[in-house]
């Protein structure tokens, strides 16, 4: 069985761009979560979706985006790149139900975005 | 506020010997989970175990072995005989509502 896909693995982009992350659950899994990893640092939440609704959201800015489709692949959208958005961006899926802090993550091997 | 401190940032150890990963929590909630994740140098993180709040048995899993203590508020995870394939960044990780937040990580080298 495939596990969590995730596009493109690799992307540069120029500051004030846009971009878009795609993510592909493991089949039976209806909740996507997306983090960001820093260089040296841990991953931090920036969405959870299940059933195609948002059911959390982290501390970041109005500029990053999500959205999950029928088929429970997502997208992660950030808009007007800084500098120090450059980060790996890991989706991870779950089976569980929507309480997201409880739930068993298996994430993808990431994007990883540098901003010029 | 959840935080989670992982104060180790690197360990070296030789292979056989145990090593023990720290992880101290914070949290408010009554009911929360902790999490270990292990990611290998292919980047890809692995989900190793899941606690809840009101479970405090420790844990054995072949040569991985986890010390929950809410009284300290402490997850500790300790490898026994160190295997050049544990080398990984370990993150400790606290679920509450509608997040999880992870610990920087800690570096575990082991040396053949």
């Known amino acids: 069985d495939a596990g969590v896909t995730q596009s493109p693995t690799h992307l540069i982009k120029t500051r004030g761009q846009q971009v878009t992350l795609r993510c592909s659950p493991i089949?039976?899994?209806?909740?996507v979560s997306w983090y960001q990893q820093v260089l040296g640092q841990g991953p931090q939440f920036i969405f959870q979706?299940?059933?195609?609704?948002?059911?959390g959201r982290g501390n970041f800015p109005d500029r990053f985006s999500a959205r999950q489709f029928p088929n429970y692949s997502s997208e992660l959208n950030v808009n007007a790149l800084l500098l120090g958005d450059s980060a790996l961006y890991l989706c991870?899926?779950?089976?569980?139900?929507?309480?997201?802090?409880?739930?068993?993550?298996?994430f993808g091997a990431g994007s990883r975005l540098t901003v010029l | 506020a959840q935080k989670v401190t992982q104060a180790q940032t690197e360990i070296s150890v030789v292979e056989k010997e145990d090593v023990t990963l720290d992880c101290v929590y914070e949290?408010?909630?009554?009911?929360?989970?902790l999490f270990w994740y292990k990611q290998p140098p292919s980047g890809e993180l692995v989900f190793l175990i899941r606690r809840n709040s009101f479970d405090e048995q420790n844990e054995i899993s072949g040569r991985y072995s986890w010390n929950f203590q809410k009284s300290t508020s402490s997850f500790n995870f300790t490898i026994t005989a160190s295997q050049v394939v544990d080398s990984a960044v370990y993150f400790c990780?606290?679920?509450?509502?509608?997040?999880?937040?992870f610990g920087t990580g800690t570096k575990l080298q082991v040396i053949p």
């Open positions: 979706y299940y059933e195609k609704e948002e059911r």
């Open positions: 949290t408010r909630d009554t009911t929360y989970y």
């Open positions: 990780a606290l679920g509450g509502y509608q997040k999880v937040t």
């Open positions: 991870a899926s779950s089976l569980e139900a929507a309480t997201s802090g409880a739930n068993v993550l298996t």
């Open positions: 089949s039976g899994h209806k909740s």
